[in-house]
């Protein structure tokens, strides 16, 4: 070894002995859970944040900051995570995914410094997410990568089932942890992720070695521009559409937002031409000929598809129907429909790992077809439940979908990244979890659309004569049952009161009585339940088709196949390369 190499070039060629694997595992672990627990912890602790920088999410123009806020961490990840990805088999994936420890802690010390008040302090905030959200996509995109360098292929399910448990587990723990630690103090919803950050960051720099294949290129910016110009605007437009627009309850008609959906599939569109003439292409296109890494994508994404925005309307569901219902007060919804959530939780800690390991010895084919299967099933029993429904079946309904999800999930990742070549698995990986990560914003256009259709057709006349029959005016009742009902949605996601937020002064003149009704536990949910059930029906049938063809996909991902382990360079797709089980 040269007498002139630095401390980390001579710590990085020092030879890993067999504990090795276990070291990346718990490592990587580690910072996906961060990761995905604060993709989550906003969604509860929003109602404290926005009191905290008193700022009003639901007043007229703040509507974006909310919806920033939410989202804008998850639009970075899906749009970084191929390139850095890619970047991580140039240069080492060990060395871009300490980097995103880094990243990632700074930005959560940054976010909870905040001065400012208003608008301003809600900029801030978001741009704090972006740099946070950075960190988090050099995390996703390297950690599959890294377990499958350090783990042979025989028990990458296992490694692979143990990350993807922890990133499921983490978007509900998030849920919790919000609700806990908003209400003392939102600041500690962000500074929460400190210790755990700098412990990782540590740790990760002193024990994790590039243990796979590198090989260095020329960067591909025109890759990069194009596919972050393209997703960016498909997902920005997904975002938008969501919102109102003009007279119109959503924003699908928005002009913009139809330039923003259709430019961003015309750049996509160039961003895979362009792929295909460069020398090193950020992504290799001519991946998608591996069969087995093409219908476990496909059947990822659909299952994300079902998936994203599930959380989303299950929440709005405990939070403006069943917990007012059972004596919570709006104030208090937001912690307890994550508490509310945990057998899904539970469920998946239970399969995810089980099923790595039995997909190591037999193959993920049967297990992730069955798994997605079971999910579809489990949307068609959903529809069965009423919106005042008994607990004990919900619960269960749940836990049954996080048993199936995690069956699905973990050898159904493990097969994917045993298809890839060596030298591809940053990007591959990078890739997967694009996908993914884009379904969850689309998911939750969709999921909000589905709902908001299905209330738009029937709350108006329904909130307008609930109102008049308890003494409100009649142009009161006509303007709040004219509002978009993404409003009403807004209010129980955020634990507001929804009547309360909507009548605002026009409540005044009423009695003490009749106002401790309009805003009580009971008068909201009894009128939204009608309404807000067509929808759901309607996005878990979209969610049961989903997984439908998920299943479909799944089943025809071919037998067990494993890429070929050594460095020797192969044609990607040539099957005397690889082994096929």
């Not at 939102?186 to 990760?204: D, H, K, M, N, R």
């Not at 039995?358 to 992730?368: C, E, H, I, M, T």
């Not at 009894?526 to 759901?536: A, K, V, W």
């Amino acid at each position: 070894m040269p007498a002139s190499s630095t401390p980390a070039q001579r710590r990085s060629q020092r030879p890993v002995g067999p504990g090795y694997k276990w070291i990346a595992l718990s490592n990587t672990t580690l910072g996906i859970l961060m990761a995905t627990i604060n993709s989550s912890i906003v969604l509860i602790s929003l109602p404290d944040i926005f009191r905290g920088i008193k700022l009003n999410p639901l007043a007229p123009g703040n509507t974006p900051y909310f919806l920033w806020l939410l989202m804008g961490y998850m639009v970075v990840t899906a749009v970084l995570v191929v390139s850095l990805g890619r970047i991580g088999d140039m240069y080492g994936r060990v060395r871009m995914y300490n980097l995103g420890f880094v990243v990632f802690t700074a930005g959560s010390i940054l976010l909870s410094l905040s001065w400012m008040e208003g608008g301003a302090a809600a900029i801030y905030l978001i741009v704090m997410r972006i740099v946070q959200g950075i960190g988090g996509a050099m995390l996703w995109a390297n950690s599959s990568a890294i377990l499958t360098d350090a783990f042979p292929s025989n028990q990458r399910g296992m490694a692979l089932g143990t990350n993807m448990v922890a990133a499921i587990a983490g978007s509900f723990i998030g849920l919790v942890l919000g609700g806990v630690l908003g209400p003392i103090a939102w600041q500690l919803v962000f500074l929460v992720s400190v210790p755990v950050g700098l412990f990782g960051t540590i740790w990760a720099y002193v024990m994790l070695r590039d243990t796979g294949l590198r090989r260095p290129a020329q960067l591909d910016w025109w890759g990069n521009l194009t596919f972050a110009v393209g997703l960016i605007a498909l997902l920005v437009g997904i975002t938008y559409g969501i919102l109102p627009y003009g007279s119109q309850s959503m924003g699908w008609g928005n002009p913009l937002v139809l330039l923003a959906l259709f430019g961003g599939i015309a750049v996509l569109g160039l961003f895979a031409y362009v792929e295909t003439k460069v020398e090193a292409p950020m992504f290799n296109i001519r991946l998608f000929r591996i069969r087995a890494f093409t219908a476990g994508n496909l059947a990822a994404l659909l299952a994300a598809l079902a998936r994203g925005g599930l959380m989303f309307i299950m929440i709005i569901w405990l939070q403006g129907i069943w917990l007012p219902q059972h004596g919570f007060s709006f104030a208090e919804t937001p912690l307890w429909a994550g508490i509310y959530m945990l057998p899904l939780t539970f469920g998946f800690l239970v399969a995810g790992p089980l099923a790595g390991i039995l997909s190591d010895r037999y193959g993920a084919r049967s297990f992730a077809t069955a798994g997605v299967a079971v999910s579809a099933i489990t949307f068609i029993l959903f529809q069965l439940l009423p919106a005042n429904f008994s607990y004990g079946w919900f619960a269960l309904l749940l836990a049954v979908y996080g048993l199936s999800s995690g069956l699905f999930a973990s050898p159904n990742q493990a097969a994917i990244m045993n298809s890839l070549p060596p030298h591809q698995r940053g990007a591959g990986a990078g890739m997967s979890a694009t996908f993914q990560n884009s379904a969850q914003v689309l998911s939750i256009g969709i999921f909000f659309t589905l709902i908001i259709v299905g209330l738009s057709s029937s709350l108006p006349h329904t909130l307008y004569h609930g109102l008049l029959a308890e003494g409100v005016p009649s142009s009161a009742a006509t303007r709040i049952a004219h509002l978009p009902a993404v409003g009403s949605l807004f209010a129980s996601f955020l634990g507001f009161n929804p009547i309360g937020t909507l009548l605002g002064s026009s409540i005044t003149h009423l009695s003490a009585a009749q106002q401790a009704y309009l805003t009580g536990r009971s008068f909201f949910p009894h009128l939204i339940s009608g309404p807000f059930l067509r929808g759901l029906h309607t996005a878990f049938d979209f969610a049961f088709a989903a997984c439908a063809l998920a299943t479909l996909a799944s089943a025809l991902r071919g037998g067990r196949y494993v890429h070929q382990e050594s460095p020797a360079v192969a044609p990607v797709g040539a099957g005397a390369r690889a082994s096929a089980k």
